[in-house]
């Protein structure tokens, strides 16, 4: 490798490391390294995962670590697309609301779809932009959106008014309403 390449290569990933993320769309690096070309940036993406240097996750999406060094929540959370957060039952699971036992993650994001990733199957419930984008209840850790409890609740609510909790004494239901009322969402419990 020339070391004109090399210094490129050192200043490509220089910026990434700089910007602290792990997961980057296709566009992202595009825009990052300034590439145009799409014949270009596949090839350089291509050599790249071939060198070690990045690692393909899914569909236009790529890591700096090997995939088994990644969260697989935050993997799961770029490929649901731009704006999704971690909520519904796989947050109530950690919560201890609901006690079954879980089969897939689940995300809020802006398009319906189910999908794998290494060995986690994944559900992403779509919610009207007016409600995904209000970010109450809504907290980050580690690069990872997710819902509180009660924002977990709000939304399980949402798409199934009908949803049973088994830990329900857990649950502030003055916080949940607050949040369902912040949200907009139509109220239809007592």
């Given at each position: 490798m020339s070391t004109v390449k090399g210094n490129q290569i050192q200043m490509r990933f220089a910026m990434l490391a700089r910007l602290g993320e792990v997961v980057f769309g296709v566009q992202d690096l595009a825009n990052l390294w300034d590439i145009t070309s799409?014949?270009?940036l596949h090839?350089?993406?291509k050599r790249?995962?071939?060198q070690g240097l990045i690692f393909r996750v899914f569909r236009g999406l790529y890591a700096i670590k090997p995939l088994s060094n990644v969260n697989p929540v935050l993997l799961?959370?770029?490929a649901a697309g731009e704006f999704a957060y971690l909520s519904t039952e796989s947050v109530l699971a950690r919560e201890g609301i609901i006690q079954q036992s879980l089969a897939r993650i689940t995300i809020v994001g802006q398009k319906s779809q189910r999908f794998a990733l290494l060995q986690n199957e994944f559900r992403v419930r779509q919610l009207a932009d007016q409600y995904l984008f209000n970010p109450a209840g809504i907290?980050?850790?580690?690069g990872i959106r997710m819902a509180t409890a009660e924002r977990?609740?709000?939304d399980l609510l949402y798409f199934n008014p009908k949803a049973f909790f088994d830990g329900g004494v857990n649950i502030d239901w003055k916080k949940v309403k607050k949040i369902q009322t912040e949200?907009?969402?139509p109220i239809k419990r007592n």
């Open positions: 799409k014949n270009n090839t350089t993406l790249y995962c071939q799961g959370l770029r907290v980050e850790k580690d977990a609740v709000a949200i907009g969402y």
